[in-house]
């Protein structure tokens, strides 16, 4: 996908690309805290610069990174956008941070949400991706127990279920 610098930047934060992400993805600035190395790692899915990606990780996951599996689905994927939904440490003057994202896109028809907490390490030459969780859903749980067509109504009507509340 082709952004401009004046346009909004993919990662929704509201500033222009040229002013948020595109100096990260270009090198010509590091990313000050691991959310904004989150954002620019977003905004090079969304702009398919993948060798960023693999850059700005650790070397563990350099080693195991797959450039042509990631260039596909950064193809093949309609990005709608970025949420960061919390953030530990991972401001300047910290080494280790935290950030919790849900991404939210659309590949092959589906839509899809992708909820992480993602860890990153400060290294020499700046913030490092080093690994990912993913976060399932969880399920609603009823904690009252089920009412019966034929059991007696909860609201103390004296009628069955099914001809009282139930209907």
Known sequence: MTITKEDKCPCNSGKAYGACCAPILDGTVKAETAEALMRARYSAYV?????????????????????????????????????????????????????????TYTANGEFCNHHEVSTFVKEADGWKFEDGELVGETPIVREAPKVGRNDPCPCGSGKKYKKCCGK
Do not use: C
Request: glycine share 8%; net charge negative.
């Open 47 to 103: 702009t398919e610069h993948i060798k960023f990606l693999k850059e700005s990780a650790v070397k563990a996951v350099q080693e195991e990174f797959d450039e042509a599996t990631s260039t596909s689905w950064s193809r093949a994927a309609d990005w709608h956008g970025l949420e960061i939904i919390r953030t530990e440490a991972g401001g300047p003057d910290d080494t280790r941070g935290v950030v919790e994202f849900r991404a």
